[in-house]
């Protein structure tokens, strides 16, 4: 072996090593998290990099709390909801900041993007009285609408340029088809925006997922909760115990059906998030 | 019917004018070609007609129907695009149905339709594809379909061809000749390309910086133009311009004085030119004569000599005159580099055109070509 394939191995051992590092920074603390959910308590403080022994009994013992299997499913409805509703105003707003000529447009696109900048104990308290005045503490109608303002000004941006993207005259042979702007949207611009769509749809659903100040400001007992303050409430036998465990188990769970949604969309994700970027 | 008319069409975007003063009819069944340089106006005046675009002055009918305000889907007028504009998620019988259905068409009726349309423009095995799996003549002959489902009293076609290779463009050209001749529709078509304006249209419209320039059948154009921007726009390669002096301005011929001190008699009628004005002597690059027939002779040398197989295009270097003269030669012209040549100039075969660039009205008659 001379010289330069000795540098090329060298080059190549290095590369790999460094994808590994990258690797185990990223997945250790998940993978940390699924192995300490499968231990029984007792074992629990015995640092274990490999599993001995499988125990689902923190996975039980959280399903058979009622109020973590409520908590859940305030989670899928609102985060749904949200994406329901962000994808359905995003499109429309889409249509029209992309499309409409008016006064203003760049105004508009602004202020939208300002508005996502705000962190949220910035507009926590203003928002609370809002909900407060709408009668919308403690329901998930309020958390609805709290995480859609924070997602809409994403959407709205990613929709926009991929709907500026579309070609001018797609939408004038549909005009002269005799489609109004509905039916444009609809049934020629939706069928050529779904990678968008998935993205812009996935990341909502995300954020909506994880959110977890507002959950814990907006609601106030355990049967309106979502699944992020759920689990932080969970408590132990008594005040000084942490139950690693079944928090372990509860994270493991919500984090899962996440995990399988990202896999599914990742090709819709990359095209879409560079769709806007460059041309293709 | 078909029968379209434009009185004082003007537009304005923002208050910068594009398009002004259009008056023209276009009769039922004719096919009318919109051509000039880009930026001349043409798709604009297109998307005017189509409705895609505001109509800022003026008055457009169609049959004596005042249309201005008629939203596009419902002036009867079908478009087809430069890049097609196909829906791509739907296959070809579903982009020519897409109009029939929004209108609630009947099924029976929406079918029977996309059949004969498909059957008329070659697509019938095809209707299940998608545009992606289509050639570019294809998609183009798609697109035409689906105005043709529409049955619309005036066809509009903007830069249809342009996208297509060489070879396929002369093609479908035929083809548009051949649906023209069918359907007997109104048609009215865009263009920078000359040579389309020339093979397909009964009648050119040369539009020139957003007004036209000169209306008429395309050989009228060619033989007769009206100004040196006509003259110069019709016809490859290029019409030759030489800069002359009016020495004998008259009703049925006109002399002038050439850059060589040589005097033409030129069968224009200059009455309206004074002794000394200085004008614009234009020759095609077919109309040199043999030197013994000739009225005034220019000397030159051989500059670059392209050879198309068909014909030789001779550019030559003339004493006195700024740029090269092209001289259309045999295809198998023996001609040897730097080569000396006399070019014949032949009164009755030259056009003249003033300062402002107006044409003196030809003196000659041209069988079978109307003025």
Known sequence: ?280 | MGHLTLTGIGKDYDGVEVSRDIDLSIEDGEFVVFVGPSGCGKSTLLRMIAGLEEISRGEMCLDGERLNETPPQERDIGMVFQSYALYPHMTVAENMAFGLKLAHADKAEIKQRVEAAAHTLQLSPLLDRRPKALSGGQRQRVAIGRTLVKQPRVFLFDEPLSNLDASLRVEMRVQLAELHRRLGATMVYVTHDQVEAMTLADRIVLLSSGRIAQVGAPLTLYHFPESLEVAAFIGSPRINTLPVTVIDPGKRRTGVRLPNGETLPVAVDGSRLTEGDTATLGIRAEDFVTPDTADALLQGRLGVAERLGYETLAHIDVDGVEGTVTQRLDRLACLEPRQALTLGLSGEQCHLFDAEGQACPRQVEIPGIAR
């Open chain 1, 1 to 280: 072996m001379n010289q330069y394939q000795l540098t090329k191995l060298a080059k190549r051992v290095g590369f790999y090593a460094l994808i590994a590092v990258v690797m185990v920074y990223a997945i250790f603390p998940f993978y940390y998290a699924v192995i300490t959910s499968l231990k029984p308590s007792s074992d629990l403080f015995r640092v274990d990099f490999w599993l001995s022994t499988v125990d689902f009994g923190n996975y039980v013992q959280i399903f058979t709390q009622k109020s973590f299997v409520r908590a859940i499913l305030n989670s899928i409805i609102v985060s749904l909801s949200v994406v329901f509703i962000a994808l359905l105003l995003g499109i429309t707003a889409s249509y029209a900041l992309g499309r409409v000529r008016f006064r203003g447009r760049t105004t508009v696109m602004l202020v939208i993007l300002g508005v996502s900048m705000f962190p949220q104990v910035a507009v926590l308290s203003g928002l609370f009285e809002v909900i407060r005045g709408l009668g919308l503490y403690n329901n998930p109608a309020g958390l609805i609408l709290s995480y859609t303002i924070f997602t809409l000004p994403f959407t709205v941006w990613v929709l926009t340029t991929f709907m500026k993207q579309l070609p001018m005259e797609l939408e004038e042979a549909a005009i002269m088809d005799g489609a109004t702007p509905w039916v444009t949207i609809t049934k020629v611009f939706l069928p050529l925006m779904w990678p968008a769509m998935a993205t812009t749809g996935l990341l909502a659903f995300i954020a909506a997922w994880n959110e977890f100040l507002f959950a814990l400001t907006f609601t106030l007992t355990d049967d309106q909760r979502t699944v992020p303050v759920a689990i932080a409430l969970i408590s132990g036998g008594s005040q000084h115990e942490l139950p690693w465990g079944p928090i372990m188990a509860a994270s493991v769970t919500v984090t899962v059906p996440l995990v399988i949604l990202v896999m599914i969309f990742q090709r819709r994700i990359v095209s879409g998030l560079t769709a806007g970027a460059v041309k293709g």
